[in-house]
């Protein structure tokens, strides 16, 4: 049976006459639907700019400059812990330069160049100064194993490789035997960026002229390396007008979090990998939206709170374990002051008054009621404000994706003043394809198709998407380059989700990690995941099952959450083995656990759990860069566990 639009008559724009609120913001009307025997299967909502048809990423420091060379586009974090802004015209000299540099030692257009660094400074430079060459750039994770980077290189092909420090580049002197076409091994931290600028000063400007004339919407402007959950890595073949569809249409959608005027101008600072798409996306977007753009490398706690507080944020990326650690972190604060109940309080005051703002902004309700607002008043300067001080101050939004966040822990921040743009998307969608739309907020979904998607729900229940930032495909140099990832124009995200009668999108787990037990049972192990993840005391939880006659679960300790519940319960510090048989720590367990398993039937709940002594970690090969689960080598390391869990 073809699918067919529930409203025939009404066919979609291809880019819509699109009005525009008080504030500047666009007025944003329900996606398009098509239904197939009553359901929801497909959702589309038109582009809200045109698609760029010449010119790339290249253009957009020299673009910036031109047009306002003194306002400032970046900061540096300077050696006495101080922010030195870095305008326009200083940006796109600096991007000159170092493009001429790049060229001087040879390389030509075309060629690869891979970064491995943490989120620096330099990362978005050599970016930009990369494209203004006329290359390709290849991101390597810095916490990547040496054999998943010489990978990448002989995969890739790159000709060079810039590392964040000297130790990296001198860690891949036995791999350089094998890479064969690196003829470049250059690092940060012993000053070569600032060498290849002085080595261009012989290269006429007019060079990256004609090298950048040259590059246009459909040119090759990076190779992603998806982690994956097995196997070896793929290379995503994302081009100029990949990214320039994303992040135009996310800028002028996410017009709070990019274009809103107030007393101070929007700015973010990013601390999740430019090695990962997500970071990457939002990072163009900032050059492209002019928005002040910060760069913080050290994700631990202390250096984090503080380049908060001194860079202060308008809007944040996150994924939901950060913010899960927030609440946590919050309650665990309050906890010890004694102010447990209270908190508790604060943060049911929260939630309800996020729902209730939601409900009017769909028209379901008359929005909080009076008691309501005068308790969140009550509870702003005590918990909501002290929260949002330990992240700047002036944090309004956080952008968040990798996984679902979960409805509770939406309403809760909404209702804490700090709203959340939950999207959903890959490295072969450059980011995002979809994400929660300004003022019409569906908690627990991951929101609309960005403004130019399609998305449409297979018959297996396969999310497939379509749209301008779709990948080109993968990299493969046996194949001579680039092969095709999608089919008939849809690519297959492996993903399982549904659309609501809206257009509202929700991931409900992946293809290939449902769990079919004994008895024939279809189970999505995710909600169960990030249900327990979000406790406390919990890192990690991987819900197991296939082929058994019931599901259970491997969790892993959350070191600080037990620190805390060990003070606060009057337990001596021992060794993580023996808290696995610890009987409090797993009646506290069993609690969260029997309130997972509420979300399922009786057949999908978990009826049995591990506790791990040791955490899932990259390192050991039990995490992607991104958080996600290696299912694989996690039952391979735990088999014993596993076995027991099943009374074998």
């Not at 006459?17 to 038109?46: I, M, Q, S």
């Not at 194993?145 to 290189?153: A, G």
Request: hydrophobic share 40%.
């Amino acid at each position: 049976m073809p699918i067919s639009y529930s409203s025939p008559s009404s066919v979609p724009p291809a880019v819509p006459e699109v009005d525009y609120d008080p504030d500047g913001g666009p007025v944003l009307t329900a996606p398009f639907t098509r239904r197939l025997d009553g359901e929801v299967r497909e959702a589309y909502v038109p582009p809200l700019v045109r698609a760029v048809t010449h010119g790339s990423l290249a253009d957009l420091p020299f673009e910036n400059a031109a047009a306002e060379p003194g306002k400032p586009v970046l900061s540096r974090r300077g050696p006495d812990g101080g922010w030195t802004d870095v305008t326009a015209a200083q940006f796109a000299h600096q991007v000159q330069a170092v493009a001429k540099g790049l060229i001087a030692a040879g390389l030509m257009p075309g060629d690869r160049i891979a970064v491995m660094a943490r989120t620096r400074y330099e990362w978005t430079l050599l970016d930009f100064a990369a494209w203004a060459a006329g290359l390709v750039t290849v991101p390597v994770y810095p916490t990547s194993s040496m054999f998943q980077t010489r990978w990448i290189l002989q995969d890739s092909g790159a000709v060079a490789l810039i590392t964040e420090t000297t130790a990296e580049a001198a860690a891949l002197g036995p791999e350089r035997q094998h890479l064969f076409g690196l003829r470049h091994l250059w690092a940060i931290e012993a000053g070569h960026v600032d060498q290849l600028a002085e080595a261009g000063a012989g290269v006429h400007d007019q060079e990256i002229d004609v090298r950048r004339g040259v590059l246009g919407p459909d040119t090759l402007a990076t190779l992603i390396y998806t982690s994956g959950t097995t196997g070896r890595p793929k290379g995503c073949a994302l081009t100029h007008g990949n990214f320039l569809a994303e992040v135009d249409n996310a800028v002028e959608l996410l017009h709070p979090v990019f274009r809103a005027k107030t007393k101070e101008e929007p700015s973010t600072l990013l601390f999740l990998p430019l090695s990962h798409v997500f970071g990457r996306m939002v990072a163009v977007a900032c050059v492209r939206a002019r928005v002040r753009l910060g760069h913080a490398p050290s994700l631990q706690a202390e250096d984090l709170l503080a380049d908060l507080a001194s860079f202060r944020p308008s809007f944040l990326l996150a994924i939901p374990y950060m913010l899960e650690k927030i609440y946590n972190n919050a309650r665990a604060t309050a906890e010890r002051a004694g102010r447990a109940s209270s908190f508790d309080r604060a943060a049911e005051v929260a939630r309800r008054y996020g729902e209730a703002t939601e409900a009017r902004q769909h028209g379901q309700g008359p929005g909080p009621t009076r008691a309501l607002k005068t308790a969140r008043a009550f509870y702003e300067p005590l918990v909501y404000r002290r929260i949002r001080n330990a992240l700047g101050g002036r944090l309004r939004h956080v952008i968040c994706g990798g996984s679902p966040l979960g409805r509770r822990l939406g309403a809760f921040f909404a209702g804490a003043g700090v709203e959340i743009y939950e999207g959903y998307g890959l490295s072969e969608t450059t980011g995002a394809a979809t994400v929660t739309p300004p003022q019409r907020p569906r908690l627990g979904t991951v929101g609309w198709p960005l403004p130019g998607t399609r998305v449409r729900i297979a018959a297996d229940g396969e999310v497939l998407l379509s749209g301008g930032q779709v990948l080109r495909g993968y990299w493969d140099p046996n194949a001579g380059g680039v092969v095709p990832a999608t089919q008939d124009g849809w690519f297959p995200t492996g993903d399982i989700g549904r659309l609501d009668d809206e257009g509202y999108l929700t991931i409900t787990g992946r293809k290939k990690e449902i769990l079919i037990t004994a008895g024939g049972k279809n189970v999505a192990p995710a909600p169960l995941e990030n249900w327990l993840r979000s406790h406390p005391l919990v890192s990690q939880c991987m819900v197991l099952g296939d082929g058994r006659p019931y599901i259970s679960a491997l969790i892993t300790l959350d070191p600080e959450g037990i620190t805390h519940w060990r003070q606060m319960h009057g337990k001596h510090p021992v060794p993580a083995e023996f808290l696995v048989d610890d009987a409090d720590l797993a009646a506290v367990l069993q609690r969260a656990v029997d309130e997972a398993n509420k979300l399922v039937s009786r057949p999908e709940s978990i009826r049995r759990f591990a506790v791990l002594p040791v955490e899932f970690t990259e390192e050991a090969g039990h995490l992607t860069p991104s958080m996600k689960l290696r299912r694989e080598a996690i039952m391979r390391d735990f088999a014993r566990e596993v076995e027991r869990l099943y009374g074998r």
